[in-house]
């Protein structure tokens, strides 16, 4: 459980270097969608290797902070000098080895901006079963490997990352013939960089919000006890299944809706907003259902004691009611984004997070029940869905 609980804590930092590598992504997947859109390949090119420097430049400086600040960030949460010792080993290696995760997002996206997104499938998919592979035999010391527990799970994540990376490289190269990433003679350009953040950065924000939640919630699990902060990282991972989909529709939707809204076929971009609609709900509704049904199957995947059952179950029941809702709110915000206007997107995030979340959670845990915290989630979620609406009618003005 200490070893969970570290992995858990060390979740913001993970959120936080995937936000910057996606949001980045958001950017250059739309603006390479219009240019391709409105043919013009120069610049497309241009913003393909811009992506790239942006995606070096950004693992360096994620390497320094956790090279330095590892330590640091744990030890402002726990005093558990086991998990102390544990989050610093694993996070130290994910952060100074983050390069293989922002190379790999980076030519992802530039896969998916010309809908070549079965590439991508074949890249995360490689990434993951070598990450689940590897974890065992590094972790615990098979076939002659020495045990190397938490660092054994970083090593074979970031592995994996750098292995799609290669992958990633490779598919562009040879089947991407639509964009050209060249080094050599590559000139850097602040008007294509801040193109690519104007529409980037609210989806980084965004995304970095959810870091600044995770921290935050888990300081307020941790005043009951560290099997709830536990809890909550085994929520993250479990509730992934049902939202990674969901985000795959989203790379899906982006470079259709912003090719179209380029091309000015209105009709063929609002049939993809609704149908990407239909099915996320469906999907999350299929999340909800089981996770009501059947948490006690989900947290035994996690060796989880009595103790951790008793508080997980009801977390799990809790929390899930607010799938669907959620389902309509992402699409949404993508749609935003695809159509420059993710600062809607960006506002509605904070609202829901910080201004709405964090605070309920806060209030509710003051009444000295953790299964009351877990209420904040669908109260933030509701929130989220109004402000939703009220964006999508002005923007459909």
Request: hydrophobic letters at 55%; one cysteine or more; a positive charge.
């Amino acid at each position: 459980e200490a070893a969970l609980t570290a992995v858990s804590l060390a979740f913001p930092i993970q959120n936080l270097m995937i936000a910057v590598a996606a949001g980045t992504g958001v950017g250059i997947n739309a603006l390479l969608s219009r240019s391709l859109g409105e043919k013009k390949l120069d610049q497309a090119n241009q913003i393909a290797s811009s992506g790239v420097f942006l995606a070096l430049a950004s693992s360096l400086v994620f390497a320094v902070l956790g090279f330095f600040g590892s330590r640091l960030f744990f030890a402002t949460q726990t005093t558990d000098t086991q998990i102390i010792e544990y989050g610093t080993k694993y996070l130290s290696l994910i952060t100074i080895a983050s390069l293989g995760l922002f190379l790999q997002i980076t030519y992802e996206r530039l896969l998916q901006s010309t809908g070549k997104t079965v590439f991508n499938m074949i890249t995360q998919g490689t990434g993951a079963i070598i990450n689940i592979i590897l974890d065992p035999i590094l972790i615990f010391g098979w076939f002659g490997f020495p045990a190397m527990g938490v660092t054994g799970a970083a090593l074979a994540t970031v592995i994996g990352q750098f292995i799609a990376a290669a992958m990633g490289v490779y598919f562009n190269d040879k089947y991407n013939t639509e964009i050209v990433v060249k080094a050599r003679g590559f000139k850097l350009s602040l008007e294509t960089i801040k193109n690519i953040y104007k529409i980037g950065v609210p989806s980084i924000l965004m995304q970095s919000i959810g870091s600044v939640t995770t921290f935050c919630m888990n300081n307020i699990l941790l005043m009951f006890s560290s099997t709830a902060a536990t809890v909550f990282g085994v929520y993250f991972k479990l509730q992934s299944f049902i939202f990674m989909p969901i985000f795959g529709l989203n790379n899906g939707m982006v470079p259709i809706v912003a090719y179209n809204y380029g091309a000015k076929k209105k009709k063929r971009m609002m049939d993809t907003y609704k149908l990407s609609v239909l099915i996320a709900t469906g999907i999350m509704t299929v999340g909800t259902v089981v996770f009501l049904l059947v948490p006690d199957v989900l947290f035994g995947f996690f060796n989880a004691s009595e103790h951790m059952l008793s508080m997980g179950v009801p977390a799990l029941r809790i929390i899930s009611v607010h799938f669907p809702v959620a389902a309509f709110c992402i699409i949404t915000g993508t749609l935003f984004q695809a159509l420059g206007n993710a600062v809607y997107s960006m506002i509605n995030s904070i609202c829901r997070q910080l201004v709405v979340l964090l605070p309920a959670a806060y209030l509710l845990a003051q009444l000295g029940n953790v299964n009351y915290v877990w209420w904040a989630f669908p109260i933030a979620e509701i929130a989220s869905a109004i402000l939703t609406i009220i964006f999508l009618i002005k923007m459909k003005k």
